[in-house]
Structures are given as C-alpha cells and as structure tokens.
C-alpha cells in the first residue's frame, strides 16, 4: 500500500509558547492542536487550509534546526514586511530562474523556502 501524504513535520523548538507566538502572530498560522502531552504539549499549527501540520516539538532538545521546507504565498513583498516588522531573520525576496522565493528562518534556527504562488 502507497504511502499517500505527509501529515506532520516535526520542528525542534527550545520554547512552545515563543514558537507558537512566531507562527501564529508572525506567520498567521492556525493552531490545529493543543494538547496535553507526557513531554509537554502536541501543538500542530498550520496555513489556513493546509493539509500538512507543523508539530512545535519542544522535546528533542539534541535535534538539529531542519532546513529546506517549502512554503507558498501569493505575495512575497507582503511577508517580507510582515518578518521585518516583526525583526525575524529573511533574505529576498530575489527573482531566480525557477521562481520568485524569499528564504526565512524561525526563532530557533528552522530554515524555509518561500515560493511566490
């Protein structure tokens, strides 16, 4: 049987409540779930209307940051004043061959991709 999607991706995060706050009030994310959890709390956040979940797990304190997620938006510009305005660190947006994309990490080191849609 085919494996047929991705469902979580798993970011290391030192702190639940600033990444929550990144995601939410920086990114507008939704949060998908908030649950207790025996190592903290299972706390999934996503783009509005995103099948795949970004779980903020706190308990990996040995896991590298993750690089090279993709992420789409229709506006680069606007996120890029968005993560300014908020002081996080990004680079772009930059017109490449393959697309328009902005590079951007989380406060905790996490690297992603954005491709203009």
């Known amino acids: ?33 908030d649950n207790p959890f025996p190592m903290g709390r299972w706390l999934t956040v996503a783009p509005k209307g995103a099948a795949t979940t970004l779980l903020l797990a706190s308990w990996f304190p040995e896991m590298p940051p993750i690089g090279g997620l993709v992420l789409a938006a229709p506006d680069l510009d606007a996120l890029a004043a968005r993560l300014r305005e908020h002081d996080a660190a990004f680079e772009g947006p930059s017109d490449e061959p393959w697309g328009r994309q902005l590079l951007f990490r989380d406060p905790f080191g996490n690297g992603f991709v954005v491709s203009q849609t």
């Open 1 to 33: 049987m085919p494996i047929s999607s991705i469902l979580t991706v798993t970011l290391p995060v030192a702190d639940q409540e600033r990444a929550l706050a990144f995601y939410t009030g920086v990114l507008d994310f939704e949060v998908r779930t």
